[in-house]
């Protein structure tokens, strides 16, 4: 049998001599890892191209983060706007010669579908430090999440009828006065929570209430914020810009809540294949988390420290995961369906 050299042995006999052995614990591991990792980033030629949807300052702010981290790794953030969009480029470049994407942040339902055509790279995420809920497919890592919630104007909602929770959704008064996104996200998602019949209840007694619906949940908040509709159901993040300015809006977080989570991946043919590691890693850590709910507004439920997790704290978070997609897309049909019948879209 081989034996490593004298020295060798008598350096780590040395090391746990010192109490040393700490180097075998998961957080050593996890940074000696990344800090591999690093290095070998750092000897790509070209920056990891990261196609994501936030604009271009947002994400500025994310890779200046990062690179006061790892000064020598490069990242390059391309806007797409959508999760169709992106999914589509990676499906067209992998086709064709020229420039293609390292990192990939999309909705589930868009990784799954990238997977499938193996597009995307297989990386032992654990070995990085990531928990099992993080990565829980060796091709994609949850880095954030969209929290749904109760979003209303207190200048235009009687004191008694501020909402505590789903039911007051479906108070008589909101008659034609609510509205919420024209895709049933959320209300697809409460299938997971409450079982299919029950949601289904629900969801078509919010149709009953002729709610407006939204292409986006900014346009959403801004229309509470202007006095236009009383109250909704939106997005945490997208309702953040408004209360910044000044308007009189509160939010209301549900329990259970709907999520819906941003799922970043490498692919597999990536040009710069460790700097796109390490980087996806960076997003999952607590300072990455941070660093990317600072300038997106969006903030994992998964790592203690954000504002999210915090906000979510003893609610009971649902989400249909990449591996249920198929099942998701089949309520998401349904119950868009639902609302369409009742709702009207806004113009």
Same mark, same amino acid.
């Given at each position: 049998?081989? =034996?490593?050299? /004298?020295?060798? +042995? &008598? %350096?780590?006999?040395?090391?746990?001599?010192?109490?040393?052995?700490? !180097?075998? #614990? $998961?957080?050593?591991?996890?940074?000696?890892?990344?800090?591999?990792?690093?290095?070998?980033?750092?000897?790509?030629?070209?920056?990891?191209?990261?196609?994501?949807?936030?604009?271009?300052?947002?994400?500025?702010?994310?890779?200046?983060?990062?690179?006061?981290?790892?000064?020598?790794? =490069?990242?390059? /953030?391309?806007? +797409? &706007? %959508?999760?169709?969009?992106?999914?589509?480029?990676?499906?067209?470049? !992998?086709? #064709? $010669?020229?420039?293609?994407?390292?990192?990939?942040?999309?909705?589930?339902?868009?990784?799954?579908?990238?997977?499938?055509?193996?597009?995307?790279?297989?990386?032992?995420?654990?070995?990085?430090?990531?928990?099992?809920?993080?990565?829980?497919?060796?091709?994609?890592?949850?880095?954030?999440?969209?929290?749904?919630?109760?979003?209303?104007?207190?200048?235009?909602?009687?004191?008694?009828?501020?909402?505590?929770?789903?039911?007051?959704?479906?108070?008589?008064?909101?008659?034609?006065?609510?509205?919420?996104?024209?895709?049933?996200?959320?209300?697809?998602?409460?299938?997971?929570?409450?079982?299919?019949?029950?949601?289904?209840?629900?969801?078509?007694?919010?149709?009953?209430?002729?709610?407006?619906?939204?292409?986006?949940?900014?346009?959403?908040?801004?229309?509470?914020?202007?006095?236009?509709?009383?109250?909704?159901?939106?997005?945490?993040?997208?309702?953040?810009?408004?209360?910044?300015?000044?308007?009189?809006?509160?939010?209301?977080?549900?329990?259970?809540?709907?999520?819906?989570?941003?799922?970043?991946?490498?692919?597999?043919?990536?040009?710069?294949?460790?700097?796109?590691?390490?980087?996806?890693?960076?997003?999952?850590?607590?300072?990455?988390?941070?660093?990317?709910?600072?300038?997106?507004?969006?903030?994992?439920?998964?790592?203690?420290?954000?504002?999210?997790?915090?906000?979510?704290?003893?609610?009971?978070?649902?989400?249909?995961?990449?591996?249920?997609?198929?099942?998701?897309?089949?309520?998401?049909?349904?119950?868009?369906?639902?609302?369409?019948?009742?709702?009207?879209?806004?113009?």
């Amino acid at each position: 049998m081989n =034996r490593p050299p /004298h020295d060798t +042995l &008598v %350096g780590r006999r040395a090391l746990l001599g010192a109490g040393a052995a700490l !180097a075998a #614990t $998961p957080a050593l591991a996890q940074n000696a890892a990344m800090e591999e990792l690093a290095r070998a980033a750092a000897r790509e030629s070209g920056p990891a191209v990261w196609y994501e949807s936030s604009p271009q300052e947002q994400t500025d702010r994310v890779i200046a983060a990062f690179n006061r981290r790892y000064p020598n790794v =490069r990242v390059q /953030h391309v806007r +797409l &706007v %959508g999760g169709v969009d992106i999914a589509a480029r990676m499906v067209q470049e !992998a086709r #064709t $010669p020229g420039q293609s994407a390292d990192i990939a942040s999309v909705s589930a339902d868009q990784i799954w579908n990238l997977n499938g055509r193996n597009l995307l790279a297989q990386v032992d995420w654990q070995r990085l430090g990531l928990t099992r809920e993080q990565a829980p497919a060796p091709f994609t890592v949850n880095i954030a999440a969209a929290a749904y919630v109760i979003v209303y104007n207190r200048n235009l909602v009687p004191a008694d009828a501020v909402p505590r929770g789903w039911d007051d959704l479906l108070d008589p008064r909101w008659q034609g006065r609510t509205g919420t996104w024209l895709i049933s996200h959320p209300f697809a998602q409460l299938t997971k929570a409450w079982g299919e019949p029950r949601a289904v209840e629900f969801t078509e007694r919010y149709a009953r209430l002729n709610p407006m619906l939204f292409r986006s949940t900014f346009t959403l908040a801004q229309q509470i914020a202007a006095g236009e509709l009383p109250i909704g159901l939106g997005l945490w993040h997208a309702t953040q810009p408004v209360i910044a300015r000044g308007a009189p809006v509160e939010i209301v977080t549900l329990d259970p809540t709907p999520t819906t989570s941003i799922w970043t991946s490498v692919a597999r043919l990536a040009p710069s294949p460790n700097t796109a590691r390490l980087f996806v890693a960076w997003l999952a850590t607590a300072e990455g988390a941070r660093a990317y709910e600072d300038a997106t507004q969006r903030g994992s439920a998964l790592i203690q420290g954000t504002r999210t997790a915090e906000m979510l704290r003893g609610k009971t978070v649902v989400e249909y995961g990449p591996e249920e997609t198929d099942q998701f897309r089949r309520w998401l049909t349904r119950f868009n369906d639902v609302l369409k019948a009742g709702g009207r879209e806004a113009g």
